[in-house]
């Protein structure tokens, strides 16, 4: 059965993922409408690593033109909250 990722569960799990990429970082202060690079210290591999994560915690295919979306915390909640995982 799929069931429909909640925005809270989504928002605490990417934050999750960005400690793990970025530990040094007080994720509490994070603008969710502003992009990841800018607030924090990681790099484009940085940034492709936490798509990956993103794929692997979620299992689902993020091709690779939709990984901007991914850029700011909103942006992960308003794509991954469509999403179904099993």
Do not use: W
């Amino acid at each position: 059965m799929n069931t429909p990722l909640m925005p809270d569960e989504i928002r605490q799990t990417v934050l999750r993922l960005l400690g793990e990429i970025a530990p040094e970082t007080d994720l509490t202060a994070l603008k969710p409408g502003v992009s990841f690079r800018d607030q924090l210290d990681i790099d484009s591999m940085d940034f492709l690593n936490f798509v990956i994560m993103i794929h692997k915690t979620f299992g689902l295919e993020i091709p690779e033109a939709d990984y901007p979306k991914y850029g700011t915390l909103n942006g992960c909640v308003e794509q991954l909250s469509d999403k179904r995982v099993t």
